[in-house]
Antibody, heavy 123, light 109 residues
Framework: EVQLVESGGGLVQPGGSLRLSCAAS????????MSWVRQAPGKGLEWVAN????????YYVDSVKGRFTISRDNAKNSLYLQMNSLRAEDTAVYYC????????????????WGQGTLVTVSS | QSALTQPRSVSGSPGQSVTISCSGT????????VSWYQQHPGKAPKLIIY???KGPSGVPDRFAGSKSGNTASLTISGLQAEDEADYYC??????????FGGGTKLTVL
């Protein structure tokens, strides 16, 4: 069974940085797009970023562009999210998800999700 | 404000059917890349429908997706107590974005 396990969340002050990790197993990690999706407390889901199979393309929601960087290490079956200049509104559970598509080339749905890691931005 | 519009809540009795709508525009729901997710409290979302109408293996066929114009719908038939959860629609949108609806809380009476 596909497994995605996030780590690295915690409490950080506004303006600070944090790096999230996602360890993938039981599938060929290098063959899939990967994504981060977040959920603020009591709120809905928000797509954050996608990264291509070989790491050669990164795509972000406007609100995190220039502050967050998605990356991956296919040799370690791992996905990362470097978050800089954090704001209170970035407080959320961050989910790692596997991106899929049926036609075209860009993922349009997420077939497996991790359990999430909580990031709290507060002074 | 969410890019896709869902009702905040719906309810139904066991055995009944309920439908959750997801309204967008020609730039998002108007394409054929709509997915739906079920989320129980404190749990990760679970894919239940993709590409508007397709169900992943293991998802009961009580869950059905459809679309008319710029509005997608999720219909759950034969409601069961374990269907009580939050449901989110999601769509590919222009400029390589993915957008979610605000979520709908389903209560099984």
């Amino acid at each position: 069974e596909v497994q995605l396990v996030e780590s690295g969340g915690g409490l950080v002050q506004p303006g600070g940085s944090l790096r999230l990790s996602c360890a993938a197993s039981e599938f060929t990690f290098s063959g899939y797009w990967m994504s981060w999706v977040r959920q603020a407390p009591g709120k809905g889901l928000e797509w954050v970023a996608n990264i291509k199979q070989d790491g050669g393309g990164e795509y972000y929601v406007d609100s995190v562009k220039g502050r967050f960087t998605i990356s991956r290490d296919n040799a370690k079956n791992s996905l990362y999210l470097q978050m800089n200049s954090l704001r209170a509104e970035d407080t959320a559970v961050y989910y790692c998800a596997r991106g899929r598509y049926n036609s075209g080339w860009y993922p349009d749905y997420f077939d497996y999700w991790g359990q999430g890691t909580l990031v709290t931005v507060s002074s | 404000q969410s890019a896709l519009t869902q009702p905040r809540s719906v309810s139904g009795s066991p055995g009944q059917s309920v439908t959750i709508s997801c309204s967008g525009t020609i730039s998002d729901v108007g394409n054929n890349y709509v997915s739906w997710y079920q989320q129980h409290p404190g749990k990760a979302p679970k894919l239940i429908i993709y590409d508007v109408t397709k169900g992943p293996s293991g998802v009961p066929d009580r869950f059905a997706g459809s679309k008319s114009g710029n509005t997608a719908s999720l219909t759950i038939s034969g409601l069961q107590a374990e269907d009580e959860a939050d449901y989110y629609c999601c769509s590919y949108a222009v400029s390589l974005r993915l957008v979610f609806g605000g979520g709908t809380k389903l209560t099984v009476l």
